[in-house]
């Protein structure tokens, strides 16, 4: 075998060996579909239930989808959840946070201000149009759903979100 070919299978060998446990820890660390666990620059560091979200006093948030990828999401759309900043307060927040992670059960995730977390257009909704998220796992967009009202289209929003990190 050449010499280039050993260099060749070592480096790809190499590549996997980094690549499944750097995968595998990124899983672990997505959180569970239905809880949301709240860490970071926060005093009160914890986990949510969909059980203890619901508890809250929700509000409904209105927003207009227009999505060219997917047609099927546009339209006129009611989430009811609790507002980001009302779990943010639970968790005392420390004054020099600057920004919050939201991450999915799955992986994906965005990073918002924290003034836009704190926006009261900004809710981990439960429901949509009145029935429930169904979870992400099930191709669904829930269980729980960021939903930043203020945003014209949807990008950073969060389909089945599990971990909140305030930086």
Do not use: C, H
């Not at 203890?52 to 959840?81: H, I």
């Amino acid at each position: 075998m050449k010499k280039a070919n050993k260099i060749a299978i070592i480096a790809l060998a190499v590549i996997v060996a980094v690549t499944v446990p750097v995968y595998l820890v990124m899983r672990q660390n997505a959180g569970i579909e239905g809880s949301i666990q709240i860490k970071g620059a926060v005093g009160n560091a914890g986990n949510f239930t969909y059980n203890q979200l619901e508890a809250f006093a929700p509000v409904t948030v209105q927003v207009e989808l227009s999505s060219s990828s997917r047609p099927a999401d546009n339209g006129v759309f009611n989430y009811r959840g609790v507002p980001l900043k009302v779990l943010l307060e639970e968790a005392q927040v420390s004054a020099d946070a600057t920004s919050v992670y939201v991450q999915a059960s799955d992986g994906y995730g965005t990073t918002i201000p924290i003034q836009d977390a704190q926006n009261s257009g900004t809710i981990l909704a439960y429901q949509k149009d009145g029935a429930p998220l169904t979870a992400l796992s099930e191709g669904g967009e829930g269980p729980i759903r960021l939903i930043i009202g203020a945003d014209e289209f949807a990008q950073r929003w969060v389909r089945g979100v599990s971990v909140i990190e305030v930086r």
